[in-house]
């Protein structure tokens, strides 16, 4: 099975090789099952398929013991004899033991490199699912980033973003002019939530260096792809940062990487464990989002294969693309079990040799209920398949061996270090201290100008020039001389007005004309 990455074994002994083909691969796909029936182990074998085929995978370790990846197994391992025995059983002839190149990441960088994003990049519709944001708060979300773009305001990390929400709050009666109304409670809501999600260690996602998707896309020296695992039993702590988080990464692949069209084998193979965390409340728009990149993200070469318990936690719309399928066994102790039994039986291609609901029901651990895409992306007759042995080992590395392939892989120290250049908290500081100053200058020069009003008011600013002390006395005579001038002269007009002053006037003018 050179061009397909070997399962397990079907048919009535086991002895049929169910095969899952690399041309197909990036039709997407679904393993679910329910609690300890065998997904993990399942999943840790395709990711050794893909490697060993040269394509580099993306998974996420939500219980810590898929990082046995890393080391390989051993032929003192307590199930040896029964891995062996199912190999001889499947057909698996060359099946032998062996370590697989692997970059652990972490957002937290306690088991792995860090990994971040800037806001920017995660965007307001995924922020808003992050924060858990009601319509109105989402709307001033969008707002911010609207306001960053046009102003220039690089979002990098919250501290950016808790910036700019002040600004907006500080503003707002401008900003609701042009883009609706900004209520303080709405900005202070956003506030508080960004509080919890720091708190929850949520912060340590943003922030520069952001991960580049190349490091996601190597291959080890010997032509094998490498397995990028995601510690996220700590981050499943916050399941809705961890869902986020996985979205984003899907979304950015889906913008970034060009077209391939059909390749013959995936660029990237990337696995969305617990992925009911993902449709779980889940608003129309996030939906939508997934099922448009689920729809057209393969032809970018890009597979993706969601884990879950049950096929029923993922919308109809998505589920109906993922065409490569392992069904372990499903419970069904109520009405409601019984229902989403009958319906996942529904959705395979029957094969006479069995009823697929009761297989469904039946299969052991370490078997499950498979069907895979052949010729023309036509799905395949439902087999009952034994799943293969892994090769690497069951269960998790210790902290010395997972700390010695951190140091020496191949991103080793390009992350480590938190980077803070100059983004929109910094300008936003600067813009409030110039503001600052500006109001201390003006409040200064008011002050000053009231205290020159108040003395000269207050008659204590004496502003003329001195002069010489003759000039002196003889200015203050002449002023004397006037001041008493002008006196008189005021009070002969006075009187003149009056009836004795007209009288005056009529005699004086009655002797000119009696004269003439």
Known sequence: MQDSIFIGGGGDDYGEKQGLSLKYANRHGLVAGATGTGKTVTLQIMAEGFSAQGVPVFLSDVKGDLSGLAAAGSPGFKLHDAFMDRAGKIGLDDYSYQAFPVTFWDLFGQQGHPVRTTVAEMGPLLLSRLLELSEAQE????????????????????????ALLVWVGENRADLSLRYGNISVQSVGAIQRRLLVLENQGGAKLFGEPALELSDLMRTDLDGRGRINILAADKLMASPRLYATFLLWLLSELFEELPEVGDPDKPKLVFFFDEAHLLFDDAPKALVDKVE???????????????????????????????????????RAFTARDRKELRLAAETYRDNPRFDTEEAIR???????????LQKKGVPGVV???LI???????????????KALIDSSPVAGKYEVLQDRHSAYE???????????????????????????????????????????????????????????????????????GTTGRRIVRGILGGLFKGK
């Open 139 to 162: 709307g001033i979300l969008n707002i911010a980033f609207r306001l960053a773009d046009e102003q220039g305001l690089p979002l990098l990390d919250l501290k950016d973003l808790q």
């Open 427 to 497: 300008i936003l500081t600067k813009r409030a201290q110039e503001a600052a100053q500006e109001a201390e200058a003006a409040e200064r020069r008011e002050v000053e100008a009231e205290e020159v009003e108040r003395e000269f008011k207050a008659a204590r600013r004496y502003s003329g020039s001195r002069v010489k002390r003759s000039s002196s006395r003889s200015t203050r005579s002449n002023a004397r001389g006037d001041t008493v001038g002008d006196a008189l002269g005021k009070a002969l007009v006075k009187e003149l007005r």
């Open 383 to 385: 087999e009952r398949t």
């Open 388 to 402: 293969r042995p892994p090769s690497s080992q069951l269960g998790p590395i210790d902290a010395a061996l997972r």
């Open 292 to 330: 448009q990149v689920a729809r057209l993200i393969r032809s970018k070469g890009v597979g993706v294969y969601f884990i879950t318990q049950n096929p029923a936690d993922v919308p109809e719309d998505i589920l109906g693309q993922l065409g490569n399928r392992v069904q372990h066994a499903l």
């Open 362 to 372: 039946e299969v052991g651990v370490g078997e499950a209920v498979t069907s895979f």
